[in-house]
């Protein structure tokens, strides 16, 4: 067992936590797009393509709904996080604490690392899939909710604790196995559309479009058990299935290293190599299987991955899913161990990827992958709102920016208010039917907004206020 | 070495694509390009730590 009380050579360092991040430190533009290439093209792109088709996107919708949303998120990296990450150069966390408290962040890194371990979980599963190819176990369907075999615990089981172990000991052998199987990983992405597509019957670039729409986005009715999508479902979900980073501000941390806020256009990179291309390539492998085997619908990336590219394309599974789950159960850790700071980072980490293992054991995760991810954005959103309107506007709305560290408080109620009840309203509607999921973002945003202005003015102490 | 490396992993990255545009047009089976996609693989993971991020 590691002494808990050093710091590990095989740990990332993490700098600058509480401080700006000094000139000598920033970064190039060459910096990001690596990065952002790399941490966008995930195992979990495999799930999420398919799940397009299983809610019957048509060609049109998917393919301009995709381009359009991709933007959205890359403009919002551009004009709301890294604005305030080139000024500010501090991490989210440390900022959050300014502005909201100690115990307010606190609740806030619970939140977060929960949400990255169902997000690990998910990472798991894919996993998973991909060992069942080699171990012929029943694996889940498209609409399993719980474990369906005791072959699939057991491989689960195998994949998550073998990522746990790497994660508090290995970080950094992953991490640089992750920049060095980006440009390879982005490449095979690419080769099992062109691979699907051929199997599909399209022989030729030109008659690609009109084939697309015959055979892999055909619209019409979804797969039992899903949401029908449209080009908004598909636009709204492109842009927020990262909110938590961009609008929800977690790449203030980032962005603090970049040394022009227009860096942030790397970030295109991730969008449209990882959430356009390969999305459209796991599409393509989906609508395939459907064509040949007409009654099987399950979203196993692993089978679909090596029906295509063989071996190589089944690896490609494994390291984008590993390298993936290594930074997320990192994080989580990080987020819990926040929480208790004497606790070891290893103990966390370790707790964290059990918690991992267990979730991805339930194929339910991955499976609604699109509406976890919705969730996971909508919980986290409402902060970046708060950090956005502290830090622009405080001084025109007359109430006082970083609040918290002003004042002496642990927790900046405000933030706290608009932070539970933007979630709660939001999640109020999904659930009265009013609205779906994917669409609750963009006016929980403004509500958050608003609700912490109003609130700041209203409970700020007169003799902290400006 | 470093050269030789990275002409390698030039090589293995374009044998990993170029596989699967010949089995678009034509040109080759599925067998051969799961093949020549594996060779290229593990040829770019061979030759490319020893340029890369180090």
Not at chain 1, 53 to 74: C, E, K, P, Q, R
Not at chain 1, 156 to 168: F, H, I, K, R, S
Not at chain 1, 416 to 427: D, E, I, Y
Not at chain 2, 9 to 28: C, D, K, M, Q, R
Request: charged residues 10%; aromatic residues 12%; contains cysteine.
């Amino acid at each position: 067992m590691a002494d808990d009380t050093r710091t590990p050579q095989t740990e990332p360092v993490d700098e600058y936590e509480r401080e700006k991040v000094p000139p000598r430190a920033w970064l190039g533009f060459s910096s990001f797009v690596g990065q952002y290439a790399g941490e966008h093209t995930a195992g979990t792109e495999l799930m999420i393509g398919p799940l397009f088709i299983a809610s019957g996107v048509t060609a049109v919708d998917v393919v301009g709904g995709l381009f359009v949303g991709n933007l959205l998120a890359v403009l919002s990296w551009v004009f709301l996080t890294a604005p305030i990450a080139v000024r500010a150069r501090l991490t989210l966390y440390f900022q959050l604490e300014k502005i909201c408290g100690r115990k307010l962040v606190t609740v806030y890194n619970l939140a977060n690392g929960v949400m990255f371990c169902f997000l690990a979980g998910a990472m798991v599963t894919v996993n998973a899939t991909a060992a069942g190819v080699w171990l012929h176990i029943a694996m889940p369907g498209l609409n399993d909710l719980y474990p369906n075999s005791a072959g699939w615990v057991a491989t689960v089981l195998v994949m998550g604790l073998l990522m746990t172990v790497v994660a508090a000991y290995g970080y950094k052998v992953v991490a640089r196995i992750a920049n060095i199987a980006a440009p390879w990983m982005v490449l095979v992405f690419i080769a099992y559309g062109i691979i699907g597509a051929r199997q599909l019957g399209i022989d030729s670039v030109s008659t690609f479009w009109p084939k697309a729409q015959e055979l892999i986005w055909t619209g019409g009715l979804p797969l039992a058990g899903r949401a029908k999508f449209t080009f908004w479902h598909v636009m709204f979900f492109a842009w927020f299935c990262n909110m938590a980073m961009h609008i929800g501000m977690a790449d203030l941390s980032v962005f603090r290293y970049a040394r022009k806020s227009w860096y942030a256009v790397s970030s295109a990179a991730g969008m449209y190599l990882g959430h356009f291309i390969a999305w459209l390539a796991a599409s393509i492998l989906y609508a395939q299987q459907l064509h040949a085997t007409p009654g099987n619908t399950a979203v196993l990336p692993g089978p679909l991955a090596y029906n295509a590219a063989g071996i190589a394309g089944v690896m490609c599974v494994i390291v984008a899913g590993w390298t993936t789950a290594n930074p997320t159960i990192y994080r989580a850790g990080l987020a819990f161990q926040a929480i208790s700071p004497s606790s070891s980072r290893y103990r966390v980490t370790l707790m964290t990827g059990a918690l991992a293992t267990i979730a991805g054991m339930f194929p339910a995760i991955a499976m609604k992958l699109l509406d976890f991810v919705a969730l996971y954005g909508l919980v986290l959103m409402p902060m970046g709102a708060v950090v956005f309107v502290d830090f622009w506007l405080a001084k025109r709305c007359a109430f006082q920016s970083n609040y918290a560290e002003v004042s002496g408080t642990d927790i900046n109620w405000a933030a706290g208010l608009a932070w539970v009840l933007t979630v709660a309203g939001c999640l109020a509607i999904v659930n009265m039917g009013g609205l779906q999921i994917y669409f609750v973002g963009l006016p929980g945003w403004f509500a958050a907004a608003t609700l912490y202005i109003v609130l700041s003015r209203l409970l700020q102490r007169k003799e902290v206020r400006l | 070495m470093k050269t030789a490396a990275r002409l390698i992993s030039l090589v293995s990255l374009a044998g990993t694509i170029l596989p699967p545009v010949l089995f678009f047009t034509g040109h080759i089976g599925l067998d051969a390009t799961k093949v020549w996609m594996l060779v290229a693989t593990i040829a770019w993971f061979a030759a490319t730590p020893f340029w890369m991020d180090r």
